[in-house]
């Protein structure tokens, strides 16, 4: 860090996901850039894995990957340089987490101080809940509270890790918590920022959503990926964070990847609804104003967030068992590959259901028939018709394991009985597991005690409230009003939304959201004529049930368009083989606008 006014807080994002890279926590410890590592395991579908484990083995339910590989390879450097790291690796178990990482810590001779920050656990609250008027309601379906809940966390914000860093913590454990929330209660406590500081928590908040998703930011994903240099050895990002909330992007010199605006544009788009209403714990976020510049090879800078206070409420993640679930795959070669693999798929669709109405088992629940290879996700877009291989892929969900059971026998007789060519059963034969679905609501703040201990002693925490709105800066709504400018030139030609704009898509729920930036600012007129909500959804209309809204990032020169009852369910709850709307945004990319050859020409 730099001393004075000037100081700046420099905090490397060493995972994205639980089952991200072990090369990340070792590339930024070794750079010597990094004053603090956070890790972030918490993806809504992770909770989900984390709820099976538990059931398994009690002592588990936390990301086992940060003790027994991250932390492991780096404890020693981690003290030895004074780096301070926090993890919301303890998932549903955040006790357990921080034991074995205190055993890991023995082990090794180090003496290390390890705070946990819990609270989060709603599921004592559940049946009052059940009685509460107005009923818990589901945030997309509007579902009343299942009866069989595994788990119930709610999203807690920065506050308990700022409190647990001015504790002296050295390294901090937290169960769920919104992703951002791991670096933004770092610069808290670096900066001394105020719960009523909502620009800088803005601001905060964003660098952490930068960093969030690991080498998202460094290259990863990137829609022009052929540009992207040194895969083997990608850069973890870095954030260099300054106390007026500013802060650049970058990356360990001499790794792998790529840092510019348009990078970090598709990171700050992903997996975020109204840009002007970012919802978290903290803060609400407004992002529309955001300028992205860059400021030196691999170093970009963004400025501009904006902030306002906080809802009442917390986001609670809910999970529960609802019956099973299974997949299967063959490969299909040779000619009508494709034709073969969905009639082969078809007929055990058929055999199986016949045989469960004779074992009185009742229809299947859900069933989905993918061909993988067939450009299946792309429903009347798909153009590969006609390929010699293809892979037959079956998800079935039913409300009894043995019928799942039959199901996944039934399949391994479809290389001798049906078509020539199969081959490939996948790994064997399909296994049967819980199906496991998520379940969102809000909880009033007033209802949720956060709580910090380290070494067995609790820190007193101030319970949250919403504090009245003041400093803050509150934007117009940034949704984007349908407009019809000009016609086309003449000697307009058409080309694919891919020449003309970035894209990247994520998922919160079963809603997809696809953030799309203009390669130049001069395109931006023709995209918001041309790319209207009543396009994308025609275009995307078999994937996408419910509501497409649009909504205008204009700092950036973007649209960020939010696809509601888009992913199947979502989650582990989807029978999709993309269950989290990852090619959503490459399925837009291919549509199909005109543009004039003179702003085509821009792009040269």
């Given at each position: 860090?730099n001393?004075g006014n000037e ?8 995972s994205?996901?639980w089952g991200d890279?072990?090369v990340?926590?070792?590339q930024?410890v070794?750079s ?15 909770m989900s ?9 009690p002592e588990?339910?936390?990301?086992t990957?940060f ?14 340089q004074g780096?301070?790291?926090v993890s919301n690796?303890?998932?549903v ?9 205190a055993?890991l810590a023995?082990?090794q001779g180090?003496?290390?101080k390890?705070a946990?920050?819990s609270?989060?656990d709603?599921s004592p609250?559940?049946?009052?809940l059940?009685q509460?008027q ?6 997309q ?5 299942p ?7 709610a ?12 504790a002296g913590a050295?390294v901090?454990?937290?169960?769920r ?9 770092v610069l808290m406590?670096e ?6 500081d909502?620009d800088?928590?803005?601001a905060g908040s964003?660098?952490g959503?930068?960093?969030e998703c690991g080498c998202?930011?460094t290259g990863?994903?990137h ?5 992207v240099p040194?895969?083997?050895?990608i850069g973890?990002?870095?954030v260099e ?9 970058t990356k360990?010199?001499?790794?792998g990847?790529k840092l510019?605006p348009?990078?970090v544009g598709?990171q700050?788009?992903?997996e975020?609804?109204?840009p ?5 714990p903290d803060?609400?976020?407004d992002?529309?104003q955001v300028?992205i510049e860059?400021?030196?090879e691999?170093r970009?800078r963004v400025?501009?967030a ?15 068992v ?5 997949a299967?795959?063959?490969t299909?070669v040779g000619f009508?590959?494709?034709?073969k ?8 669709l058929a ?14 629940s859900?069933a989905?028939?993918?061909v993988l ?7 009347p877009h798909?153009q590969?018709?006609q390929?010699r291989?293809?892979?037959l ?7 009894r ?10 399949v391994?007789p479809?290389?001798?009985s049906?078509?020539?060519g ?5 790994g064997?034969?399909?296994?049967v597991?819980?199906?496991?679905r ?6 009033d703040?007033?209802?949720v ?6 070494d067995?002693?609790c820190?007193d925490l101030?319970r949250?409230?919403a ?6 800066s509150v934007?117009?709504p940034?949704r984007?009003t349908?407009t019809h ?8 030609v058409?080309?694919t939304?891919l020449?003309l704009?970035w894209a990247?898509?994520?998922?919160k729920?079963?809603t ?15 995209l918001?004529?041309?790319l209207?909500?009543?396009r994308?959804?025609e275009?995307?209309a078999?994937?996408v049930?419910?509501?497409v809204?649009?909504?205008?990032v204009p700092?950036i020169d973007a649209?960020n368009f939010v ?5 199947g369910?979502?989650?582990?709850a989807?029978l999709r083989n993309?269950?989290?709307?990852k ?5 837009l990319l291919a549509?199909?606008?005109?543009v004039?050859?003179?702003l085509?020409?821009?792009l040269?």
């Open positions: 860090m001393s100081r700046t807080v420099r905090i490397g994002g060493a994205g996901f890279s072990s990340g926590a070792p930024l070794g010597g850039q990094v004053d603090y590592l956070v890790f972030d395991y918490l993806a809504e579908l992770t894995i984390l709820a099976g484990a538990r059931l398994k083995k588990l339910g936390y990301a990957d003790v027994s590989v991250a932390m492991k390879a780096v404890l020693k450097d981690v003290v030895k780096i301070r790291v690796a303890g998932g178990n955040p006790q357990g987490c921080a034991d074995a990482l055993a023995a082990e180090i003496a290390l390890i946990v920050v609270g989060d709603v609250l559940l049946p009052q059940r509460s107005p009923p818990v309601r589901e945030l379906s509007g579902a009343a509270l009866e069989r809940v595994l788990t119930a966390n999203y807690l914000g920065a506050r308990p890790i700022q409190a647990a860093l001015d050295q901090v454990i937290t169960g918590c919104v992703d951002s929330a791991v670096t933004l209660g406590h900066f001394d920022w105020q719960p009523g909502f800088l928590l803005a964003l660098a959503h930068i960093i998202q930011a990863g994903l829609t022009d990926w052929d540009t040194d895969w083997p050895n973890y990002p870095i964070c300054s106390a007026d909330g500013s802060f650049v992007v360990p010199a001499d790794t990847g510019t348009a990078v598709e700050m788009l992903y975020i609804g109204d002007a209403a970012y919802l978290l803060v609400v976020a992002f529309t300028r860059q400021a030196g691999h970009v400025h501009g904006r902030g306002r206070a906080p809802t009442a409420s917390y986001k609670v993640c809910a999970t529960y609802d019956g099973f679930k299974a299967a795959q063959l299909i009508d590959a494709v034709a693999a969905r009639r082969t798929g078809e007929v055990i055999r199986t259901g016949a045989l469960f109405s004779q074992q009185g088992f009742g229809p299947y859900g989905l028939l993918e290879g067939a450009e299946s996700c792309y429903g798909a590969a018709l390929t291989e293809a892979v892929r079956l998800a079935v969900t039913h409300s394991k043995e019928a799942l059971e039959l199901f996944a026998r039934e391994a479809a290389g001798t049906w078509a020539p199969t081959t490939g059963a996948g064997g034969r399909a296994s597991s819980p199906s496991i998520q379940y969102a609501f809000l909880l703040k007033s209802q005690e956060a709580r910090v201990g380290i067995g002693v820190i101030p949250a409230t504090p009245a709105p003041h400093a803050g934007s117009q940034a984007a349908e400018e000009a016609p086309v030139p003449a000697d307009a058409e080309v939304l020449r704009a990247r898509s994520g998922d729920g079963d997809s959201n696809v953030g799309v930036i203009a390669r130049h600012p001069a395109l931006l007129p023709l918001r004529e041309q209207t909500e009543a994308v959804a275009w995307l078999h994937l049930k419910g509501r809204t649009r909504y205008e700092g649209f696809c509601e009852q888009a992913l369910g979502g989650g582990m989807s993309d269950p989290l709307g090619g959503m945004a490459q399925i549509m199909p606008l005109r004039s050859p003179a085509l020409a821009l040269l």
